[in-house]
């Protein structure tokens, strides 16, 4: 994959608000709201998996091991559009 590409990814959780709030503008604005609202408070918890991934993963590769979670939240935020609205 290009690494362009990759820092346009978005997480799955990311793609179903996304899906879910382009089906409320063309239904009834309230019926899919609860939804979409139990989807975006999944991202913290999701962020969370995804970031334990990649730390696992840099076990393999020769990275300072104290910064791993920084080296994770990192790889997390330029993969992944995390900008908040």
Same mark, same amino acid.
Request: aromatic share 8%; with cysteine.
């Given at each position: 994959?290009?690494?362009?590409? &990759? =820092?346009?990814? +978005?997480?799955? /959780?990311?793609?179903? *608000?996304?899906?879910?709030? $382009?089906?409320?503008?063309?239904?009834?604005?309230?019926?899919?709201?609860?939804?979409?609202?139990?989807?975006?408070?999944? &991202? =913290?918890?999701? +962020?969370?998996? /995804?970031k334990?991934? *990649?730390?696992m993963g840099? $076990?393999?590769?020769p990275?300072?091991?104290?910064?791993?979670?920084?080296?994770?939240?990192y790889?997390?935020?330029?993969?992944?559009?995390?900008?908040?609205?």
């Open positions: 994959m290009i690494m362009k590409d &990759i =820092k346009n990814m +978005k997480t799955p /959780m990311q793609e179903l *608000i996304e899906q879910l709030k $382009e089906l409320q503008d063309t239904q009834d604005p309230y019926g899919l709201h609860d939804a979409i609202e139990l989807a975006e408070s999944y &991202i =913290k918890r999701e +962020k969370k998996v /995804m334990s991934c *990649i730390m840099l $076990e393999f590769i990275v300072d091991p104290n910064k791993y979670n920084e080296d994770a939240e790889l997390y935020n330029e993969t992944f559009n995390t900008k908040e609205k």
